[in-house]
């Protein structure tokens, strides 16, 4: 799944917020029985690699994926595995876009 969107803030801003936001996320997604294990992440100048697994229940499948922050944009490139299959692709993307703008804005 490809997501780019715009932004204005500054591109340090941008890589600070993203940041956070993997934090927060690692921590566990309130109100939902998702655990997140086996993370991995590591920033290369502007571009942010990421792992990790995902667990419900009995069912765990990798994650993985990329973030480049550009001047004016942000694109999100990630594999979710069976969750995208799970979720829906356009209903998977559509919220991760929400998401993400309004962690922009």
Do not use: C, Y
């Not at 571009?47 to 990790?52: A, I, M, N």
């Not at 995902?54 to 990329?66: H, I, N, Y």
């Not at 490139?77 to 995208?84: K, V």
């Amino acid at each position: 799944m490809r997501i780019t969107i715009s932004h204005t803030k500054t591109k340090e801003h941008v890589i600070k917020t993203v940041d956070r936001t993997f934090d927060d996320f690692f921590k566990g997604v309130p109100g939902l029985p998702l655990q997140i294990v086996n993370q991995e992440r590591n920033w290369t100048g502007s571009t942010l690699s990421f792992s990790f697994s995902a667990k419900m229940g009995v069912l765990s499948t990798p994650v993985r994926g990329s973030v480049l922050v550009g001047d004016r944009d942000v694109t999100i490139d990630a594999d979710f595995g069976i969750l995208e299959k799970l979720l829906g692709s356009r209903a998977g993307k559509a919220a991760l876009e929400g998401k993400v703008r309004g962690l922009l804005t």
